[in-house]
């Protein structure tokens, strides 16, 4: 059984080893980290919140995970996928910088016949512009990264969202309507819109519960 | 009990395992893998031919490219969602024909409220975590005192490398979520109850006039 100070010293060298020599992934990771911490937070809000009562507790908890679910496979299936084709493009010459082009021309190759053919690695064939290569494709990476980010979390997660939470505010809505007559607090009028449906639950809930997807 | 002891023997079971793991790595010998694997790097590079290649000349956008990758970590990427965030969001809510008006309405205003507070917590808490792990993560020498090698791994000699830089931007921004884990309760949930209404009032007035 490891010590903690030998947990903590092979986390700084599992994290050195992973993250150093690639901010593109670090970035894609942490991102997804961040997702599944605040969807734990949100999952948990409900779970240990005494003041909402079970029945409504095995309908909500359900609805966070998988409001968390399309957060988080959302962000990195389109993040984790803008990174790796800009890391394909970089390392196959596809994406290059005209030094990086020149070197490679003035070793021999053929530039049409070796750049952006799948089984090209630069770095594998030219660790002598290792520095140069590095720079450029840290660049790329990160940038891919932060626009895949931007379109997962800023276009495709609130189209998905919204969608998702009409469904649901239908469902709501009409469950309040018919079935549940154990809480005249959260009855509603028949023309109920998200307005009075937040203004009653906030005189029934604390804030947390109907604070999710909170981006951390 | 024999015949158990022969089929659940550690030793016929570790057998076992090493055939199926061999049985697995001859996998790649199968014709059958050989043709899909082929196939796959087939379509794999029709996809590559597809888009155009590209060659960066300009030595100030290859600068920018290497700035960024060297500089651009968590902070400046939450920044750079937030800011984004304002210019589509609200919009992709306010035009959400599944809900009533004044839900698209309430709706914008949370939005906005979520990620005014979002990016506030987010940005400073990565800033600050990120900067934090700086000053612990030195290389430890007499002079420094050990706290402030808490963070250096074993074995970095020096502080001055992009790898090293990238480390500390990675061990800050793990640092950052944890702490955000609580912030997000302490800090992102009563602003953005606080900003929603405060938003909503505005609009009630302005609806009003």
């Known amino acids: 059984m490891k010590s903690l100070s030998n947990l903590f010293s092979s986390f700084k060298s599992v994290m050195y080893k992973n993250y150093g020599e690639n901010p593109g992934k670090m970035l894609v990771h942490t991102g997804v980290l961040g997702w599944i911490l605040s969807s734990m937070a949100q999952v948990s809000a409900v779970m240990f919140n005494d003041k909402i009562p079970k029945e409504q507790k095995s309908f909500l908890i359900p609805q966070e995970i998988a409001d968390a679910a399309i957060n988080i496979i959302s962000f990195y299936v389109v993040t984790s996928s803008f990174k790796n084709i800009a890391s394909k493009l970089v390392s196959t010459g596809k994406l290059s910088t005209k030094s990086i082009r020149s070197h490679i021309e003035r070793s021999g190759k053929n530039l049409s016949e070796y750049l952006g053919k799948i089984d090209t690695d630069i770095a594998k064939d030219f660790p002598e512009i290792k520095g140069e290569y590095k720079t450029f494709k840290n660049g790329v990476d990160v940038l891919a990264s932060t626009v895949g980010s931007v379109i997962s979390c800023n276009i495709i997660t609130p189209v998905l969202r919204n969608e998702y939470a009409a469904r649901k505010q239908k469902q709501i809505i009409a469950k309040m309507n018919g079935e549940d007559k154990k809480q005249p607090v959260l009855k509603p009028n028949r023309s109920l819109s998200m307005e009075g449906y937040i203004k009653m639950a906030s005189e029934k809930y604390p804030s947390s519960f109907y604070s999710s997807n909170l981006k951390i | ?209």
Do not use: W
């Open chain 2, 1 to 209: 009990m024999r015949a158990i002891f022969v089929i659940y023997s550690p030793y016929r079971l570790g057998c076992r395992i090493m055939a199926l793991v061999g049985s697995v790595s001859n996998l790649k010998d199968i014709s059958f893998y050989k043709n899909v694997s082929a196939s796959l790097k087939k379509i794999r590079q029709k996809g590559l031919d597809v888009i155009p290649s590209v060659q960066f000349s300009q030595e100030k956008l290859i600068d920018t490219l290497g700035y960024i990758g060297k500089n651009f970590s968590s902070d400046k990427q939450r920044l750079a969602l937030g800011v984004t965030a304002l210019a589509t969001q609200p919009f992709i809510d306010a035009k959400n024909r599944s809900v009533d008006e004044k839900t698209r309405k309430v709706s914008v205003a949370r939005t906005v409220a979520k990620i005014i507070a979002g990016t506030f917590t987010g940005f400073f808490i990565r800033y600050g975590c990120i900067k934090g792990i700086k000053a612990l993560s030195q290389i430890p020498s007499k002079n420094i005192p050990k706290i402030k090698s808490l963070f250096t791994p074993k074995g970095v000699k020096s502080n001055t490398t992009d790898e090293f830089e990238q480390y500390r931007n990675a061990m800050g921004t793990v640092i950052a979520l944890v702490v955000m884990v609580f912030t997000n309760f302490l800090i992102d949930a009563p602003l953005t109850k606080f900003l929603t209404n405060t938003f909503v009032k505005h609009q009630q007035k302005g609806d009003k006039k």
